[in-house]
C-alpha cells in the first residue's frame, strides 16, 4: 500500500512534466507544436539528465471530446470515436515514431482510466458545484446547443470582432456567448437564439483569494502567468458551467445530469493525473501515481500556449484545491506567446503554414527540433520566415557547432592519434582559463534558465559557449603551436577542447538528442542518456581516453532551399493530404 508519510520523508525529488493535449480534429502545425509538445520534450530530456530518468515523468495525451468531433460525425452518419481512433493514432504516430518524442504516456481522453477518473473527481467537488438555469446559445438551423467556443462576436471589452464566447484571444477577457456583441453560430454563421437549460457549475468564486495568495507568492511562476492570472481574480472569479448538452464527451456525474456531458477544459485538464494514473497502472503499480501528485517533494512543469494559461493558472489549481485533497498545484506554467507563419497566423482552411506532418518531408527533424526552440516565442510573438531558418541551420548549427566539433577532433586525431594529452594546470593561460570557467558556468546558467521554462534563452548560453570556444581556438591556432613545437600549449588546448566537446554535446542533448548522441559516439563516450547533467560543467575526458571516429556533423542547406520550399511544400502537402484520416483532412 502506499504510504504518504513514508513519500514524505525520502527527499527524492520527482519532476512531472507535462504539454497541452492536443485536440484532435486537425494536425498540429509548427507553432502549436512549439507551444507545447516539443518544448516540454526538450524540458523532459533535460530533466532527466538533471534528476535520473527513474524521477522524471512526463505525460500527455489526445483532446477528444467536444462539439467539433459530434458535428463532423453527425455530418459523416459515423461514431465520434471511429474518427478519434483513427486520428489519435495518427498524432501519436508523428509524435513518438517521427518527431521521437519521449513521453513516458501519451494517452487519450477516450481511455477508461481517465474518464473513471473525472466522474469520481468531480463528485469530490459536490461543495462547490451548484445547478442554475443558464440560457444556452442554440443555432435553429444546425439543430444544435452551441459550446461557447462556437460562438463568435465582438468583444464587448476591446471590441475585436472575432472574439470567442469563452475567451477573448485578442484582450483575453474571460468571456460567455451572451456578453459577446453581435454573436454569431460558428458553424454556419447564423445568429443563435438563446434557450433555457439546467447546468452545474463550478464556483470559482468560492477561491478567488486562494489563487491570488498562491500565484503571488510562487517565485517560480512565469510573469506572464502571474500577470494574466492575477487579472482575472482581480475582476472576481465567477461561478463556470462544468456540463454541457452535447451527447459525446464523459457523462456528467451528478445526480439528475444523465443528459449531459462534462465541458471538454474541465476534464482534459485532469488528464494530467489521469495520465500519470494510467501509466502506472500499465506497470503494475498502481499506488505510485500519488508519488507525482502528493508529496512536498514534486517539481511539476506544464507547456502551453498563452491562450491557455486562464485554465491552468485558474481553473486546474481551483479544482484540485477543492477536491478536499492534497494534490501538489502547478510549479512552472511555461506559457509561449504566438508563433507566426511568415508574418501571418497558421491556417488550415487558407493553408498558412506547416503542418508537423509535412514538415520532416522538407528538412531533418532534429533540425527542426532546433529552429523551433531557436524562434520559440517566449517574450514576444515571434515570426517564421525561412529566410531565418536557412541562417539558424546553416550558421549556427553547421557553421558554429558543427565546425568546432569536427576541428577540435580531427586535430586530436591528427596530433595524438585520437588520445586525449595530458593536461597542465600550472600553465594555463588567461584563454584556457576563460573557457574552463565558462565549461563549469555555462551548463549550471542554462539549467537555471530551462527550470523556468526558459528555453530558447538556454541556447542562447549554449551558443555563447560554442562561439566563445571558436574564437578560443583560432586564438591559440593549435597548428601554429604544434609547428612551432610548443607541446604543453598544444595539449592543453586539445585537453580543453574536448572537454569542452563533450560539454557542447551535453547542452545540445535536448535539442537534438541524436546528433547529440553521434558527437559522443565521436568522443567514445557510450550512451549520452545515461549522463549527467553536472558533467557538462566539468573537465571530465582525461588523458589516455580514445576517441572514435570522426566524422561531418551537419550539413548545410542548398542556396536554392529558400527560393524552392514554397513549391516544394505544395507537392508534398499533396500527397500528405492523401493519406491523412478522415477528421484530419
Not at 347 to 370: C, H, N, Q, T
Not at 503 to 526: C, H, K
Amino acid at each position: 500500500m502506499f504510504n504518504k508519510d513514508l513519500l514524505l520523508t525520502q527527499n527524492i525529488m520527482k519532476v512531472l512534466v507535462t504539454s497541452a493535449w492536443p485536440y484532435v480534429n486537425s494536425v498540429p502545425h509548427l507553432g502549436n507544436l512549439i507551444g507545447s509538445i516539443l518544448s516540454a520534450d526538450v524540458f523532459a530530456r533535460y530533466a532527466r539528465l538533471k534528476y535520473g530518468k527513474e524521477n522524471v515523468l512526463f505525460v500527455s495525451g489526445s483532446d477528444e471530446h467536444g462539439t467539433p468531433i459530434e458535428i463532423e460525425a453527425i455530418k459523416r452518419k459515423v461514431n465520434p470515436k471511429e474518427l478519434t481512433d483513427q486520428a489519435h493514432e495518427y498524432d501519436k504516430h508523428l509524435f513518438l515514431n517521427v518527431w521521437k518524442i519521449s513521453f513516458d504516456n501519451y494517452t487519450r481522453t477516450e481511455s477508461e482510466t481517465h474518464k473513471k477518473f473525472v466522474s469520481e473527481f468531480l463528485l469530490k467537488l459536490t461543495k462547490y458545484v451548484k445547478v442554475s438555469e443558464d440560457e444556452i446559445p442554440y443555432c435553429e438551423y444546425d439543430k444544435l446547443y452551441l459550446p461557447d467556443r462556437f460562438v463568435k462576436g465582438t468583444c464587448p471589452y476591446c471590441g475585436f470582432e472575432d472574439a470567442r464566447g469563452d475567451q477573448c484571444d485578442n484582450c483575453g477577457k474571460l468571456l460567455t456567448p451572451s456578453l459577446l456583441i453581435n454573436p454569431k453560430c460558428s458553424i454556419c454563421g447564423r445568429t443563435p437564439v438563446f434557450k433555457k437549460s439546467k447546468h452545474w457549475f463550478f464556483d470559482l468564486s468560492e477561491f478567488n483569494e486562494k489563487i491570488r495568495s498562491w500565484i503571488s507568492s510562487s517565485n517560480e511562476m512565469p510573469d506572464n502567468v502571474k500577470s494574466v492570472a492575477l487579472g482575472w481574480v482581480s475582476e472576481g472569479l465567477k461561478p463556470r458551467s462544468i456540463t454541457r448538452d452535447n451527447k459525446w464527451g464523459i457523462p456528467a456525474p451528478f445526480l439528475g445530469a444523465e443528459d449531459k456531458s462534462i465541458y471538454v477544459w474541465f476534464e482534459a485538464l485532469l488528464g494530467y493525473i489521469s495520465a500519470v494514473i494510467e501509466y502506472f497502472e500499465k506497470k503494475g503499480e498502481v499506488e505510485k501515481w500519488k508519488e507525482y501528485w502528493y508529496s512536498n517533494d514534486i517539481k511539476s512543469y506544464y507547456f502551453i500556449g498563452k491562450d491557455n494559461i486562464p485554465f491552468h493558472a485558474v481553473i486546474l489549481p481551483a479544482m484540485l484545491m477543492a477536491s478536499g485533497e492534497e494534490y501538489h498545484l502547478p510549479d512552472v506554467i511555461a506559457a509561449t506567446e504566438y508563433l507566426l507563419y511568415e508574418g501571418q497566423k497558421f491556417s488550415k482552411s487558407r493553408k498558412i503554414g506547416v503542418w508537423i506532418d509535412e514538415a520532416p518531408e522538407l528538412m531533418d527533424v532534429e533540425y527542426w527540433r532546433f529552429v523551433l526552440i531557436r524562434l520559440r516565442p517566449e517574450e514576444k510573438d515571434t515570426n517564421f520566415t525561412w529566410r531565418e531558418t536557412v541562417r539558424i541551420v546553416n550558421t549556427e548549427l553547421n557553421d558554429d557547432i558543427g565546425n568546432y566539433v569536427n576541428r577540435i577532433l580531427s586535430m586530436l586525431n591528427r596530433y595524438y592519434n585520437g588520445i586525449v594529452p595530458e593536461f597542465r594546470s600550472d600553465a594555463l593561460d588567461d584563454n584556457d582559463k576563460k573557457i574552463i570557467s565558462l565549461i563549469n558556468e555555462i551548463p549550471k546558467i542554462v539549467g537555471d534558465l530551462f527550470e523556468k521554462g526558459k528555453l530558447k534563452a538556454g541556447t542562447e548560453e549554449m551558443l555563447r559557449l560554442v562561439r566563445e570556444c571558436n574564437a578560443y581556438l583560432n586564438l591559440k591556432a593549435p597548428w601554429d603551436l604544434y609547428k612551432a613545437g610548443k607541446e604543453v600549449e598544444l595539449k592543453n588546448t586539445l585537453y580543453i577542447g574536448v572537454n569542452s566537446v563533450k560539454t557542447i554535446a551535453i547542452l545540445l542533448y535536448p535539442l537534438m538528442p541524436s546528433y547529440a548522441q553521434e558527437i559522443y559516439n565521436m568522443l567514445n563516450m557510450g550512451n549520452i542518456e545515461h549522463e549527467k547533467w553536472d558533467i557538462a560543467s566539468k573537465l571530465s575526458i582525461n588523458y589516455g581516453h580514445k576517441i572514435g571516429k570522426v566524422k561531418v556533423l551537419f550539413k548545410k542547406l542548398e542556396p536554392e532551399f529558400e527560393s524552392k520550399i514554397k513549391d516544394k511544400l505544395e507537392k508534398i502537402r499533396k500527397d500528405i493530404e492523401k493519406m491523412r484520416p478522415t477528421l484530419l483532412k
